[in-house]
């Protein structure tokens, strides 16, 4: 079955510095994969997505990497804010979604 | 643009009640809607697809007579726990595209944060 797998422990860094978060799957070839921001108590958030042919995509302080050959994607914050604390989640697909766990981020001062 | 709210944000119930949760999209016509479960420190589960005018399709385990879906309008889709048990306790959340084909992303709600004593 497909498998999504988000590093559970929590990322603990420093204000300014690269937050760095993976996503690794097992049998599956997805076409999209997506990442989002979800809060507390909120509904997940849309940040970027990255087709199985692009490498690398941009956006403002993120970036995200794809690697169909070893079924992973990273996830980059640089720069990174307080505000920036926040589960972020990893889905595979486009139409229909499929998420990890997520991984939580908490960014200190 | 691409806002979807949910309502209620967070309902208590009894335990045999049936709870209803609405879904709107705000500011653009959704012709898919999809309704998700999320317990604590778990993934985001699928437990239907609907299409505006259409029954809904359910995922594998998702009991269709106990989460009733409907999506009446492109803009209004509502889930009903019937009969809700303490283990329907969860937080729900939905989402809505826009146009056809899987052209677009998803847009999330809020969450409605269920809770059956």
């Known amino acids: 079955s497909q498998k999504i797998e988000q590093n559970s422990e929590a990322l603990n860094i420093q204000e300014g510095k690269t937050a760095t978060l993976t996503c690794n799957y097992t049998?599956?070839?997805?076409?999209?994969l997506q990442w989002y921001r979800q809060d507390p108590g909120r509904g997940p958030v849309f940040l970027l997505l990255?087709?199985?042919?692009?490498k690398e995509k941009r956006k403002e302080r993120l970036k995200v990497t794809f690697d169909t050959t070893l079924k992973q994607s990273l996830f980059h914050i640089t720069a990174s804010q307080p505000a920036d604390s926040a589960t972020y989640l990893c889905?595979?697909?486009?139409?229909?979604?499929?998420f990890g766990k997520g991984t939580m981020l908490l960014v200190s001062p | 643009g691409a806002v979807v709210s949910q309502h209620p944000s967070w309902v208590i119930c009894k335990s045999g009640t049936s709870v209803k949760i609405e879904c709107r999209s705000l500011?653009?016509?959704?012709?898919?809607m999809f309704w998700y479960r999320q317990f604590p420190k778990q993934s985001l589960m699928l437990m239907a697809t609907?299409?505006?005018?259409?029954?809904?399709?359910?995922e594998q385990g998702v009991e269709k007579d106990k989460f009733l879906i409907n999506h009446a309008s492109l803009t209004l889709s509502t889930l009903t726990v019937t009969s809700a048990h303490p283990e329907d306790s969860s937080f729900y959340i939905c989402?809505?595209?826009?146009?056809?084909?899987?052209?677009?992303?998803?847009?999330f709600g809020p969450g409605t944060r269920l809770t059956v004593l």
């Open positions: 989402s809505a595209r826009r146009g056809s084909g899987g052209r677009d992303t998803q847009y």
């Open positions: 049998n599956y070839s997805p076409a999209y």
């Open positions: 990255i087709r199985e042919n692009e």
């Open positions: 889905a595979l697909g486009y139409s229909t979604l499929t």
């Open positions: 500011d653009f016509q959704a012709t898919t």
């Open positions: 609907s299409n505006e005018g259409s029954k809904a399709t359910y």
